[in-house]
């Protein structure tokens, strides 16, 4: 691996080797490889766990950390995102955390840098989010051990979901049996490119569910301002302890990606609960996940 676009491209077993290594790092019982090197985080988008995990994990490997701030560089001069991190390669740059708004502009730039720095998404537009997935992979393996066969439901705006996206394709890859749950006008767009279990009711797509896994409506993408309607999402698709206990297995994982509404798509209460721990814990697994993908891209050299 020399770069970490999005899950299609990388196999089970360097899906594997990530996770293991992150277990390696989350124990203390591996040292870093990448000692020196030195990585740009370019967030074009808010960010608060991807930011900050990557910051943290390359301070634990003893990496040099550049924030780089897009509205102080010379992008605001006009320079190209090809051209600013070919310079960032000839000031000694390694790789590169990406997180932007448009859907494969990650991809597009890769193909265009003449120059071997090493390319990793941090989340683009509504196409992948593959270090979101890895470190959610490796929280249901810390939980209940293997995913196949087990009943992951999504709910959720999965039509903007990056997360959803990259969840489902490294999912399948290991024999998950994978629900999606949403209102139609927030439902994946190409239905058949994936292979799940659509449900538009709430009760029926996480009954039995191990996995719960519930996605941020982001208002933010949606064209129009004040839809979907907070109150009638809230009454449909709310995920609340109550809904948990009464449908989904009774040792269900809650899971949410972050950052979450309160009181929109998960109750506040359930948040603050024992069942809303795992999404700190996902969080925090973030850190153990970044630092096994930078320590396996940037060992090698570039
Ligand atoms: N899950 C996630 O990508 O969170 P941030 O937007 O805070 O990085």
Avoid: W
Avoid at 75 to 95: Q, R
Avoid at 171 to 199: M, R, W
């Amino acid at each position: 691996m020399k770069h970490l676009i999005d899950i299609e491209n990388i196999s089970k077993e360097d899906i594997l080797n990530i996770v293991n290594l992150a277990k390696e790092f989350k124990n203390k019982t591996k040292k870093s490889d990448v000692i020196g090197k030195t990585i740009a985080l370019m967030f074009y988008e808010n960010s608060t766990r991807t930011r900050c995990s990557f910051e943290i994990a390359g301070q634990n490997l003893g990496m040099n950390i550049i924030n780089f701030d897009a509205n102080s560089s010379s992008l605001s001069k006009g320079e190209s995102l090809k051209d600013t991190i070919e310079n960032l390669y000839f000031l000694g740059v390694n790789a590169v955390v990406i997180r932007h708004n448009l859907s494969g502009i990650i991809n597009n730039v890769m193909r265009l840098v003449k120059y071997p720095i090493h390319f990793i998404n941090g989340g683009d537009g509504t196409h992948a989010h593959p270090s979101q997935a890895l470190l959610d992979f490796y929280t249901m393996l810390e939980k209940i051990g293997s995913v196949e066969g087990k009943k992951i439901t999504i709910v959720g705006d999965v039509t903007h979901s990056r997360v959803a996206k990259s969840n489902i394709r490294l999912l399948s890859k290991f024999g998950a049996d994978i629900h999606i749950c949403a209102p139609s006008y927030l439902q994946l767009e190409n239905t058949q490119a994936f292979d799940v279990t659509y449900h538009d009711n709430v009760k029926e797509a996480i009954k039995d569910s191990n996995v719960v896994m519930v996605l941020r409506v982001q208002n933010e993408r949606h064209e129009k301002e004040g839809y979907p309607d907070s109150s009638e999402y809230k009454r449909l698709y709310e995920i609340d302890t109550k809904s948990l206990k009464q449908y989904a297995s009774k040792d269900v994982i809650l899971m949410h990606p972050g950052p979450a509404n309160r009181n929109i798509e998960v109750s506040s209460e359930l948040l603050d609960n024992q069942l809303g721990k795992t999404i700190l814990e996902q969080a925090q697994n973030g850190v153990f996940v970044r630092m096994a993908i930078l320590n396996t891209l940037l060992k090698g050299g570039n």
